[in-house]
């Protein structure tokens, strides 16, 4: 049984859990290869996905359509708030979004992004509905356990250069990565991103200033507050997606609390003469 895995969206925080307890069950984790991805890009179902990120998560979908399942990613706790990202059901619940999109997926199951006292009892429900055996279930669980914690960032070193500014990077948790940190680096500049903090601090810094937030709202906030104060940063830098009204929300929030200098780009005007299936597909590794 071949089991396929969105690596789009937050795949560092949650995806090597999931692939080694899938591997541990003795099946088969498929990921989308990028030429699949290019070909489904050019899919006219696509037209109707909103945001890069989640047009190329889709493609990916649609990459891996020859899979038994599609292993998709939940991106925030659930929430009665109705702002912000509140009010994105593709971010509150991407696989509805996607079978009601795209006919003719697979199966899509949900797994959360983080890691709770919750992830045992939705692994071992995962699992017993692959393959039935509560042996194999329990002998898999107990190889992947100690892989059940949120990956650790590593901070990085703010220490100033000589000629050279340093600006924080921030945006979506799903949206800022390395290269998509480096694609708005400008010459002169050392671009840090805010997936090199920890996004639990982040967010708790976010829920501080405001508890009525979704997750992803609070982190981008709490890394506006968290890294405005710092001394070594010299200015912000917000990346949004224009076709998204969360984030010209998140745009407006940010711009109103922090105090340091702050410019908001669009992905797209960052991609302009750029493919963004070869700029932004996250692999496997990724």
Known sequence: MRIGFLTQLSWRRYGRYWVEL?????????????????????????????????????????????????????????????????????????????????????????????????????????????????TSVRRALGRVRPLAKDVKAHAPDLGRRTGTRNVAVLGRPWAIDDASTRLVEREGERAVGQHRFEPNELRDEGLRSDERLVDSDAEVIGAARLLGRRAAIDSLRLVVDAEAS???????????????????????????????VDTLLRGRID
């Open 22 to 134: 899938v591997e541990a069950a003795g099946l088969e984790p498929a990921f989308a290869e990028p030429s699949a991805v290019k070909v489904a890009w050019q899919d006219p179902d696509l037209l109707e996905v909103p945001t890069l990120a989640f047009r190329l998560a889709a493609a990916q979908a649609r990459a891996l359509a020859d899979c038994q399942l599609i292993v998709v990613p939940r991106l925030v706790r659930e929430s009665e708030v109705a702002r912000g990202v509140g009010q994105d059901p593709w971010v509150m619940d991407l696989p509805a979004q996607l079978r009601s999109t795209l006919p003719g997926l697979p199966p899509l199951h949900a797994v959360p992004s983080w890691f709770d006292e919750a992830i045992e009892p939705h692994s071992v429900a995962f699992l017993q509905s692959l393959i039935h055996d509560a």
């Open 246 to 276: 969360s984030d010209a929300w998140l745009a407006n929030r940010i711009v109103k609390i922090t105090h340091k200098p702050i410019e908001v780009v669009t992905l797209q005007a960052a991609l302009a003469n750029r493919d963004p």
